[in-house]
């Protein structure tokens, strides 16, 4: 049994910040390259961030960019998306994904996804 696991969503304010984590079980995603998508309702699901296996290439989708910061720390087998001044447009479930080879922003490339959390932003 393989599985991501997010968490850290809420309800924040506008300008606030959030952490989400993704903590994968059944086995390591050390060596797999990590992404965060999020989905808003009526809307497609969208990249918001990449990271290389080695946690040294991030890559960002232009809506967040200088914004949300991806980290990764392998030894806890545990990716993490810093989301800071959100806005009402950040509003969406988020989902962790792991992936053995591809580009960051496409979905193609991700073996395995998780379930998402939901992040809520008030005006």
């Known amino acids: 049994q393989v599985q991501l696991v997010e968490s850290g969503g809420g309800l924040v304010q506008a300008g606030g910040s959030l952490r989400l984590s993704c903590a994968p079980s059944?086995?390591?995603?050390?060596?797999?390259?990590m992404g965060w998508f999020r989905q808003a309702p009526g809307k497609e699901r969208e990249f918001v961030a990449g990271?290389?296996?080695?946690?040294?290439?991030?890559s960002y989708a232009d809506s967040v960019k200088g914004r949300f910061t991806i980290s990764r720390i392998n030894a806890k087998n545990t990716v993490y998306l810093q989301m800071n001044s959100l806005k009402p447009e950040d509003a969406a479930v988020y989902y962790c994904?792991?992936?053995?080879?591809?580009?960051?922003?496409?979905?193609?490339?991700?073996?395995?996804w998780g379930q998402g959390t939901q992040v809520t932003v008030s005006s």
């Open positions: 994904a792991a992936g053995s080879a591809g580009t960051y922003y496409n979905p193609t490339t991700y073996d395995y």
């Open positions: 990271i290389s296996w080695s946690g040294g290439v991030t």
């Open positions: 059944g086995r390591t995603f050390s060596s797999y390259v």
